[in-house]
């Protein structure tokens, strides 16, 4: 326009244009600048809210093999149980086969929920805990010096897998029993203790359900795991879920 229709060259259209031209061009930057952003957090949204789902599939995954975990063997071994018994003590027999399907109706009931009461969980590893005495005997001995009134909250089965973590890896003979105490601090911590005695032989463990345990707390909660060994003592603390913590789980 300015060239053709009037004849002007570039210095005397620069001289009169460069305000709008330079005004014009900050304005085109503004407005892309705004539309790119925009794009992105979009983007950024939609990819870590797509995170959040494919770690929870995970987790609830993790989960659902957490339970299949309680356990083939476990399972296995209280069937032998119940067929020694029924042989020379059928009461007995009668109260483990109760004790057994109560057990496994229990986590049925569980598999659905994400956190439960520090009480309830307490029931069910009595329950556990029970059935593995009769298999045990003597030789098993566990301790609670937990408060069951105590108005905290734990993930299912998490109080299960550390009693049977215990009974897994190490040696349990009425020569050496194995000693467990289960325990809640003053800062809401529950912690289960046992002394270490490996079984002669045994595979080095691999640790992985109790860091399945722990990462499924951290993504839940936030909070650690805390796992020690030393001087001949293995223990495993694990912060309760208090009331502000379940609000932000709900939310």
Do not use: C
């Given at each position: 326009w300015f060239k053709v229709m009037l004849g002007q060259e570039w210095p005397e259209f620069w001289r009169f244009a460069k305000a709008t031209i330079i005004s014009e061009?900050?304005?085109?930057?503004i407005i892309?600048?705004?539309i790119y952003a925009t794009s992105f957090f979009r983007a950024w949204k939609k990819e870590v809210t797509e995170s959040e789902k494919i770690k929870r599939e995970a987790l609830a995954l993790q989960y659902k093999v957490l339970q299949d975990q309680v356990n083939p063997h476990f399972l296995f071994n209280s069937l032998n149980i119940l067929g020694s018994l029924i042989d020379f003590d059928t009461q007995k027999a009668k109260v483990f086969t109760r004790e057994l399907s109560l057990f496994y109706r229990e986590v049925l009931q569980?598999?659905?929920r994400d956190?439960?009461?520090?009480k309830e969980e307490i029931d069910f590893v009595k329950r556990y805990i029970f059935l593995q005495q009769i298999r045990f005997g003597e030789a098993l001995q566990v301790d609670f010096a937990a408060?069951?009134?105590l108005a905290?909250?734990?993930i299912p089965l998490s109080l299960q897998a550390m009693v049977e973590n215990a009974i897994k890896h190490n040696e349990i003979s009425v020569a050496n029993p194995l000693k467990i105490v289960i325990a809640v601090t003053d800062d809401h911590e529950l912690i289960v203790e046992n002394n270490l005695q490996p079984k002669p032989l045994y595979e080095e463990a691999s640790g992985t359900g109790l860091q399945n345990l722990a990462g499924r707390y951290q993504f839940l909660t936030g909070k650690e795991v805390v796992i020690t060994k030393d001087n001949g003592y293995f223990r495993?603390?694990?912060p309760l879920i208090?009331?502000?913590?379940q609000t932000s789980i709900t939310q």
């Amino acid at each position: 326009w300015f060239k053709v229709m009037l004849g002007q060259e570039w210095p005397e259209f620069w001289r009169f244009a460069k305000a709008t031209i330079i005004s014009e061009y900050i304005i085109f930057v503004i407005i892309t600048s705004i539309i790119y952003a925009t794009s992105f957090f979009r983007a950024w949204k939609k990819e870590v809210t797509e995170s959040e789902k494919i770690k929870r599939e995970a987790l609830a995954l993790q989960y659902k093999v957490l339970q299949d975990q309680v356990n083939p063997h476990f399972l296995f071994n209280s069937l032998n149980i119940l067929g020694s018994l029924i042989d020379f003590d059928t009461q007995k027999a009668k109260v483990f086969t109760r004790e057994l399907s109560l057990f496994y109706r229990e986590v049925l009931q569980l598999k659905d929920r994400d956190i439960i009461s520090l009480k309830e969980e307490i029931d069910f590893v009595k329950r556990y805990i029970f059935l593995q005495q009769i298999r045990f005997g003597e030789a098993l001995q566990v301790d609670f010096a937990a408060n069951e009134n105590l108005a905290g909250m734990v993930i299912p089965l998490s109080l299960q897998a550390m009693v049977e973590n215990a009974i897994k890896h190490n040696e349990i003979s009425v020569a050496n029993p194995l000693k467990i105490v289960i325990a809640v601090t003053d800062d809401h911590e529950l912690i289960v203790e046992n002394n270490l005695q490996p079984k002669p032989l045994y595979e080095e463990a691999s640790g992985t359900g109790l860091q399945n345990l722990a990462g499924r707390y951290q993504f839940l909660t936030g909070k650690e795991v805390v796992i020690t060994k030393d001087n001949g003592y293995f223990r495993v603390i694990l912060p309760l879920i208090m009331m502000a913590d379940q609000t932000s789980i709900t939310q």
